[in-house]
Every structure is written in structure tokens, then in C-alpha cells.
């Protein structure tokens, strides 16, 4: 069972308080989550690459704060603060860090 940050009771958190940068790498931490939805917060080194893979869940990306670049179905989106983009099920997919990089991303069942 992943341990989470938050719980479904009346509560709230600042994304920016959890955020933390890895000198190399991902780190993800697991805010909420129930048999329906999961929401992650991630925190991308500078120059991070996640290759292509899907997911068999549908997905949105927030971007809370830096810069990358979402390959989605062959597009290329800028994440930088404020994007929020809608990834379906089985969508394929990639990522990298331009800077230190942290999103929300939030799992649905298709």
C-alpha cells in the first residue's frame, strides 16, 4: 500500500510546502488517493527525461512551477506554470525537464 500525504477528510495542503527538487532524477510523492482517482505530485530534476510509455488510465498534468516539454501523441506542449493538459487512456507519451520542473498529476479510471 503507498503511504500518503493527505487523507478524504476536510483538509488542505500548499502544493509548494512538498515540493523538492532531486539533484538527478524523479521524485514523486503520492498526495491522495482512492479506488477512482490518484493524485501525484512530481518533482523533476533539470534535464530529466521519462521516455515514451501510456498509461491505462486517463491523466491531467498541472504544472505548478519550471519549464519541460510533454510529448503527447507526437506533439510537443510547453509545461510551464499554469498549463494543465488532459492525457487519455493509452495516449503515448514523454517528458523532459528544460529546468527543475514540478507537476500535479492526477490518475482517473478510464
Known amino acids: 500500500m503507498t503511504t500518503t500525504i493527505l487523507s478524504f477528510q476536510p483538509t488542505f495542503t500548499q502544493l509548494q510546502e512538498h515540493i523538492e527538487y532531486p539533484k538527478a532524477g ?18 523533476l530534476a533539470a534535464d530529466t527525461e521519462i521516455s515514451e510509455h501510456t498509461s491505462t488510465r486517463n491523466a491531467v498534468v498541472q504544472c505548478l512551477e519550471g519549464k519541460g516539454v510533454l ?8 509545461l510551464e506554470p499554469g498549463v494543465f493538459i488532459v492525457m487519455p487512456a493509452n495516449a503515448p507519451h ?3 525537464a528544460i529546468a527543475d520542473l514540478a507537476f500535479l498529476l492526477t490518475l482517473s479510471k478510464p
Open 94 to 96: 514523454a517528458l523532459k
Open 26 to 43: 524523479v521524485l514523486s510523492k503520492v498526495l491522495l488517493q482512492d479506488s477512482i482517482c490518484q493524485y501525484t505530485l512530481f518533482c
Open 71 to 78: 510529448t503527447l501523441e507526437g506533439k510537443d506542449i510547453v
